[in-house]
């Protein structure tokens, strides 16, 4: 018996009920058609494997959205998704069988037929782009916006069907997507051949254990092609030689942004959160949704009276009728939302979007779902630390001095090893001690195919965590990439991993000449060496390979300063920035006699040296100078050959870039020492016309990295300038508080204010004299 569409006698074949994935009218009419219709079973598109799967539906701790994950055994990293909302019509069909006790059957191309996971580089898995049925049939309307004639036509809609009955709208549904598939075939989407004739086999076969009485839901594009007489064997031609993969299927959590079409997902709507709210609303939804746009909008201290939620309400039915709709859709509720309640801006309307038109919330599965081990030891840790994984990006400050807050460190950075990056570190906004990390944390349901990817390393995020590092150990081509790796070891607590990566890291650093290879090495090595006591795991061997490393880097830079073109100069720049900040680490962790003496030495020759690029001799003297080994007179003296007009302009301005570019203060200095100003001010007015346009952008960068307040103090003393009739030497005394030694009593007195701000393990006693 040939299948029939919503509207035909009861006593027909299968009810064909052709849906919008995702759709709310869609949903509310699938809804009331199997009221009417009552079948004896029901049939969703979705992948068979997943039949097993489907009395979690109605567990009480599955909350949408949610979707079926599938991915391939042998590589997880090939997955494919079925998502669906509280909204979704698949979803409500599950739910209504489940509640009546009826058989449900997913019917479509099994998982380990989708080309997704079986063929992903086959034609098919490219995704190719048809047409759109909804945007067609939108344009024949004379709509330029398939959502909103999808609204009009469709939401706006009773679920009743109006006088010809629940089962209308399908049937004139069918009747538009049969034109659209005799227009334009199978729509620029080939492969609809062979996942259609699989789901006229197994209706067939449905037909077979459950009977005539079945109603299919299934996107509305297949209803024709699953109304077309065509033969058993004809169909199972069409499935013969596919490949196939052996894949496991789970539920797992989904997200209202990864329904949102703008995420990529091609089936998906641009605005889930709004189409969840009118499927929700009992009646009156305008008045709803401005109701709960005023609570948010509340929410974050701004003000909205009930006057306020009044007007958008009537402002939005005047802009429906005035566009000729039938009643209020998205556009002009978001009208009336920025004119009235964000009186027209649009920074409270990006928050209206994100928390309500899409939304945020993380659907949530039970724990008798299937998952990898590795997803199981995760799932424990994550209630274990109250470490909640949510859709919505949130910051987490840890202060690792704290059992579960360190757990939670750990936790993260062993995630990270393993290429789940639920949590990205972020510069804090408190201390920058060791004890204290700052994260931001964002969920994604990607994150379950990254976890299942990394089971093949353990079934535990300790034991795969230390796998994949040795592994990762065994195979670093660099030394940077062994001494990072130590740095994430300690993070993430392996130490028993440590003694491979010394192995590892002793044999490159012996057989590595490269002094910028040395160089890009020794900033991880002596950033790890802080973890120590907070972590408690023991960094003796890291120090001494640390300590070889920085002093054959004191040897070999000087002479990989000289000749340098720009971008090798910058480079360097970059590497003498990360070794002094390794000495300075070195020099407090470890016993490294005379290592800050011989790199002071470093400094110097840098500074002093006439083939060292002009970047790196300005970075000289600014660290110098900032480490006490220079004072400002002699600042002046190493400054004032390389702004003489016998030097090209462009190396004097890589000279102030290196000084005063990328260093903390660095225009704060000329303000309090005019003498330099003084300096740079004359050789800026002696610059050659022709040669002022090329020095300019090195000088724009070197400055942009100062404060504004201390841009505008420079400008105003350069615009004072020298009194009348005199050089700047003659004018322009040196800076102020800037003298030669150290005025012990002025510096005892912030000693308060210190153990006020750093807390615990300040010096209490004043230091005056030392």
Same mark, same amino acid.
């Given at each position: 018996m040939t299948p029939r569409s919503g509207g035909t006698a009861p006593?027909?074949?299968?009810? +064909?009920?052709?849906?919008?994935? %995702?759709?709310? =009218?869609s949903a509310r009419a699938v809804l009331a058609a199997l009221d009417h219709a009552r079948p004896d079973a029901v049939l969703v598109e979705g992948p068979p494997e997943g039949d097993a799967l489907l009395p979690l539906a109605a567990h009480p701790r599955m909350r949408p959205p949610v979707a079926l994950l599938a991915h391939a055994v042998d590589d997880p990293g090939r997955a494919a998704f079925w998502p669906m909302a509280h909204f979704s019509p698949e979803w409500v069909a599950i739910r209504w069988a489940s509640s009546h006790g009826i058989p449900v059957r997913f019917v479509d191309l099994p998982a380990a037929q989708s080309p997704a996971l079986a063929d992903p580089e086959g034609d098919a898995a490219g995704g190719g782009r048809g047409i759109d049925p909804i945007g067609v049939l939108a344009g024949a309307a004379g709509y330029d916006d398939p959502e909103r004639w999808w609204e009009d036509a469709v939401e706006h809609r009773g679920a009743d069907g109006g006088?010809?009955?629940?089962?209308?709208?399908?049937?004139?549904?069918?009747?538009?997507?049969?034109? +659209?598939?005799?227009?334009?075939?199978?729509?620029? %989407?080939?492969?609809?051949?062979? &996942?259609?004739?699989?789901?006229?086999?197994? @209706?067939?076969?449905?037909r077979k254990e459950f009977g005539e009485h079945i109603a299919v839901v299934c996107g509305a594009w297949h209803v024709p092609a699953l109304h077309t007489r065509t033969?058993?064997?004809?169909?199972?031609? @069409?499935?013969?030689?596919?490949?196939?993969?052996?894949?496991?299927?789970?539920? !797992?959590?989904?997200?209202?942004?990864?329904?949102? &079409?703008?995420?990529?997902?091609?089936?998906?709507?641009?605005?889930?959160? #709004?189409?969840? %709210?009118?499927?929700?609303?009992?009646?009156?939804?305008?008045?709803?949704?401005?109701?709960? !746009?005023?609570?948010?909008? &509340?929410?974050?201290?701004?003000?909205?009276?009930?006057?306020?939620?009044?007007?958008?309400?009537?402002?939005?039915?005047?802009?429906?009728?005035?566009?000729?709709?039938?009643?209020? =859709?998205?556009?002009?509720?978001t009208d009336a939302v920025r004119a009235v309640l964000c009186e027209g801006s649009d920074v409270p309307l990006a928050l209206v979007r994100d928390r309500l038109v899409v939304g945020e919330a993380l659907g949530e599965v039970p724990e008798t779902a299937p998952a990898v081990p590795l997803q199981r030891d995760l799932d424990r840790q994550q209630r274990t630390l109250r470490l909640r994984p949510e859709a919505a990006r949130r910051e987490l400050e840890l202060d690792l001095r704290k059992d579960t807050d360190a757990a939670r460190s750990r936790l993260l950075h062993r995630l990270r090893l393993l290429g789940v990056h639920w949590g990205e570190p972020i510069a804090g906004?408190?201390?920058?001690?060791?004890?204290?990390?700052?994260?931001?944390? %964002? #969920?994604?349901?990607?994150?379950?195919?990254?976890?299942?990817?990394?089971?093949? #390393?353990g079934t535990t995020v300790l034991g795969a965590a230390t796998a994949r590092a040795e592994a990762d150990a065994v195979a670093a081509s660099s030394l940077a990439g062994v001494t990072a790796l130590a740095e994430r070891c300690l993070l993430a607590g392996l130490s028993e991993v440590l003694p491979v990566v010394m192995r590892a890291l002793a044999d490159r650093a012996a057989l590595d000449a490269d002094v910028g290879h040395l160089a890009d090495a020794l900033p991880a090595l002596a950033r790890s060496l802080r973890y120590g006591d907070v972590r408690a795991t023991d960094t003796a061997a890291l120090g001494e390979v640390a300590v070889g490393l920085a002093e054959r880097v004191c040897v070999g830079l000087p002479p990989a300063c000289t000749g340098l073109d720009a971008d090798a100069a910058a480079e360097a720049h970059r590497r003498v920035d990360g070794v002094h900040t390794a000495v300075g680490l070195l020099t407090g962790a470890v016993r490294a006699d005379g290592l800050p003496e011989r790199w002071t030495g470093v400094l110097r020759r840098l500074a002093a040296g006439d083939t060292v690029a002009g970047v790196i001799r300005g970075r000289a003297a600014r660290l110098l100078l900032d480490g006490g080994h220079l004072a400002p007179g002699e600042t002046a003296r190493l400054m004032e050959p390389v702004l003489s007009p016998g030097t090209a302009p462009?190396? /004097?301005?890589?000279?102030?870039?290196?000084?005063?570019?990328?260093?903390?203060? /660095?225009?704060?200095?000329? !303000?309090?020492?005019?003498?330099?100003?003084?300096?740079?001010?004359?050789?800026?007015?002696?610059?050659?016309?022709?040669?002022?346009?090329?020095?300019?952008?090195? $000088?724009? &960068?070197?400055?942009?990295?100062?404060?504004?307040?201390?841009?505008?103090? @420079? /400008?105003? $003393?350069?615009?004072?300038?020298?009194?009348? =009739?005199?050089t700047p030497e003659e004018s322009v005394p040196a800076a102020p508080g800037f003298g030669e030694g150290l005025d012990g009593e002025r510096a005892d007195a912030v000693l308060p204010v210190l153990r006020l701000l750093l807390g615990p393990g300040t010096p209490a006693e004043p230091r005056t004299g030392r």
């Open positions: 006593s027909g074949g299968p009810l +064909l009920l052709g849906v919008r994935h %995702h759709g709310p =009218g006088p010809a009955g629940p089962l209308a709208p399908f049937a004139t549904l069918a009747e538009a997507m049969t034109a +659209l598939r005799e227009a334009y075939g199978d729509g620029g %989407h080939p492969y609809d051949a062979v &996942r259609e004739a699989c789901m006229r086999l197994r @209706l067939r076969a449905a033969t058993v064997a004809a169909d199972r031609a @069409l499935l013969k030689g596919l490949p196939r993969v052996r894949v496991e299927l789970t539920w !797992v959590p989904w997200t209202p942004q990864r329904l949102a &079409r703008h995420s990529g997902y091609g089936a998906g709507i641009e605005s889930p959160g #709004w189409y969840g %709210h009118l499927f929700d609303a009992p009646d009156r939804p305008v008045e709803r949704w401005m109701t709960k !746009v005023a609570g948010l909008l &509340r929410d974050t201290d701004r003000t909205v009276s009930p006057a306020d939620v009044i007007e958008a309400v009537r402002l939005a039915g005047t802009l429906a009728a005035l566009r000729g709709r039938p009643a209020v =859709g998205l556009t002009e509720a906004r408190g201390s920058t001690g060791t004890f204290r990390e700052s994260w931001r944390l %964002h #969920w994604e349901p990607e994150l379950f195919v990254r976890t299942a990817e990394a089971g093949v #390393w462009a190396d /004097g301005a890589a000279w102030i870039e290196g000084f005063i570019g990328g260093a903390t203060g /660095g225009g704060l200095l000329l !303000v309090h020492d005019e003498r330099l100003l003084a300096l740079v001010d004359t050789w800026l007015t002696d610059i050659p016309s022709a040669a002022f346009d090329d020095v300019l952008p090195l $000088l724009r &960068r070197s400055f942009s990295v100062c404060e504004p307040g201390v841009r505008r103090a @420079l /400008g105003e $003393l350069v615009r004072r300038g020298p009194g009348p =009739g005199a």
